[in-house]
């Protein structure tokens, strides 16, 4: 553990009193003037922009980020309710269209220092080897131009970092976590159950939670208020995990700064800056480089809104690839009622979890998979849940007074990318006159045999473990892509080092790079292509191979 502390001290940075945020340190922030010429700004500061962050600042790179949310503060900003937490999510209007348009505007993604990682759930496995080549093995999806590999110490890295908890794991690469896997709990007792009657292999983790003391960050106390932000800090988020390190080696992070659009240099080609706005004034941060971080729907929107004459069509968007390729999984749940209580708000909603399923079986007539773990749904979503049943006023009721029996379970089906599943600008305007994204979504036939499958494997394994009653709701769960890597421009917007291919100074780091998505949370991955996209910066800096 010593070496985790000697590269990113952030969990050691936090105070020990009882308090959740170090103050000083915030107050103490290094604080870069618009002119400053800077090494690189970052525009968002969630899973991608942190990490990039606190890897450069130990570098000694002169780096700020600017995010359009407010720096948290655990302490005064969050509380253990679920309709009280809705000020972490991005509600600004999203346009939505396709013949599978996909919700926004709630529980999507995160606005504010930190980023979606502030209400995700926690779970962070690895994406599978295979993942990265999916045209080739599978002739679907796309072929990344990086291969697991080059991957695999960043995900050990960050995993310590977090960190991770769970069973040593079976698939794809197989891997022990750093920490052990925790204690489980009622719902996720039921899917180890029912799996073990079906000859099904279901594992304890992988989350990014900590289990036992981790520097200053307590002991997880199994409240399960994970996707309302993790009021105690045992739950993994940037907030927490590389801000403070980031922080203490010079970084600035600018809250309530919302980026506008990016300069670019008319004569040589090359970005020059960010335009924001912040207390309701219009700014320019000066820098020698730009790294975009935004999440899937906004860093498209950005680039898209970034257009000029030298890149009349948004910038990076020569050959038609800013927006596209934009992906979500298909994300069932299934719940199953049973006759003794399971209470399955008592613990973290991520716990158990298989990926069984989750290559392409060559027995079955769809390609790729899903994986399958505990949810744990609040009240409130649990009443959407029944809801969606068509259930309302008095059966409505009688369901919400039977919660503590019911015991739920989640799919992450491999949803593949289509070139039509994309982003736009609408002619619909924000609150800062910025045309708002569209996001047009449509599923392929592979994509809805991957949901009927998933369903009734979870079905199966509800009924195997006891279950009297099963209801199955759809949804979906984490959009990735938009701005991918690829082998080249027209392709993709970034090369596997996340620099892209049209204006030499601008970098992509955050869930928009993917090609592909797995059946895997992404949340980790895209902190292991940052971190790689650090250390290729760090190199090229100091004149190796950038
Ligand atoms: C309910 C829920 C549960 C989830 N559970 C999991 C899970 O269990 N495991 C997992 O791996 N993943 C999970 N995720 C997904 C995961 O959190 C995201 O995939 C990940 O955080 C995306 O990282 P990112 O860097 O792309 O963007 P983000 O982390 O969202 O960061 C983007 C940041 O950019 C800022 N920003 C955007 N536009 C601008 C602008 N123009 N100017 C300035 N700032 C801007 C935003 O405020 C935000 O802070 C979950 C997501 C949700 C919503
Ligand atoms: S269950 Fe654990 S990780 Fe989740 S919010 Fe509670 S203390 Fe945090």
Known sequence: MRSVRARNESAWL??????????????????????????????GCGAGGSVLLQRLARAGWRVAALDAGPFWDPDADWVSDEAGSHHLYWTDPRVIAGTDPVPLGSNNSGRGVGGSMVHYAGYTPRFHPSDFATCSLDGVGADWPLAYPDLQPYYAEIE???????????WGDPHGYPHRPHPVGGNGEIFL???RKLGITAKVGP???????FG????????GFCLQGCKVNAKASP?????????????????????????????????TG??????????????????????????????????????PDGLCNDFDQVGRYLMVQGAPQTAGRFGAEVRMYKAPPPEVSSEEFYETDPGKDYKRGFAIQTVSP?????????????????????YMSDYVHWSCLGALCEFLPLPGNRVMLDSEKDRYGLPVARFSYSQCDNDRALVRAAQSVMEDILHAAGADEVITIQRYAHLVGGARMAADERHGVVDGRCRSFAVPNLYITDGSVLPTQGSANPALTIMAVAARAADRLIAGSRGGTD
């Open 14 to 43: 936090l105070p020990n009193d009882g308090t959740r945020t170090n103050h000083r340190l915030r107050q103490d922030m290094r604080r870069f003037a618009d002119e400053d010429e800077i090494d690189l700004v970052i525009v």
């Open 160 to 170: 310590q970092e977090l960190p991770v908890a769970g069973e040593h794991w079976p």
């Open 193 to 195: 159950r029912g799996a």
């Open 207 to 213: 989350v990014a939670i900590a289990n036992g003391r």
């Open 216 to 223: 200053n960050r307590p002991h997880c106390i199994y409240r």
């Open 239 to 271: 907030l927490i995990t590389h801000l403070p390190d980031a922080l203490a080696h010079g970084a600035e992070v600018r809250a309530d700064a919302m980026v506008t659009r990016v300069a670019v240099d008319e004569r040589t080609g090359r970005v």
């Open 274 to 311: 960010v335009h924001y706005l912040c207390g309701g004034a219009e700014r320019f941060q000066r820098a020698a480089m730009v790294a975009v971080a935004g999440y899937s729907i906004e860093t498209p929107r950005l680039l898209l809104n970034s257009s000029s004459g030298r890149f």
């Open 378 to 398: 609040l009240p409130i979503t649990w009443a959407e849940h029944i809801a969606a049943q068509g259930h309302w006023g008095r059966a409505l009721r009688e």
